[in-house]
């Protein structure tokens, strides 16, 4: 699906400050089905998408050139192995 002539005028940088925004009147927000539990407030109305299907892309983020742990290691590989890179 494409939305075109929408623009994205900001970003909430946690589900809690997504629903004050949203609760504020500051747009719209979207979460996974997992986190709707948590998102129950009496200023905030809660849709499914009308859509079969619908993807999330999530980004892993961390400094570039900077250690990273083998832990971290180990699940990135995984992902690339589950997801391709």
């Given at each position: 699906?494409?939305?075109?002539?929408?623009?994205?005028?900001?970003?909430?940088?946690s589900?809690?400050?997504?629903?004050?925004?949203?609760?504020?009147?500051f747009?719209?927000?979207?979460?996974?089905?997992?986190?709707i539990?948590?998102?129950?407030?009496?200023?905030?109305?809660?849709?499914?998408?009308?859509?079969?299907?619908?993807?999330?892309?999530?980004?892993?983020?961390?400094?570039?050139?900077?250690?990273?742990?083998?832990?971290?290691?180990?699940?990135?590989?995984?992902?690339?192995?589950?997801?391709?890179?």
């Amino acid at each position: 699906m494409r939305f075109s002539g929408l623009t994205c005028a900001g970003s909430a940088g946690s589900l809690h400050m997504m629903l004050t925004l949203v609760g504020a009147g500051f747009g719209v927000g979207f979460t996974t089905e997992t986190r709707i539990a948590t998102c129950q407030r009496p200023d905030v109305v809660i849709r499914p998408l009308a859509t079969a299907s619908a993807v999330i892309t999530t980004y892993l983020l961390h400094v570039d050139g900077a250690p990273v742990p083998a832990l971290l290691e180990r699940f990135i590989a995984r992902l690339r192995a589950h997801f391709g890179s």
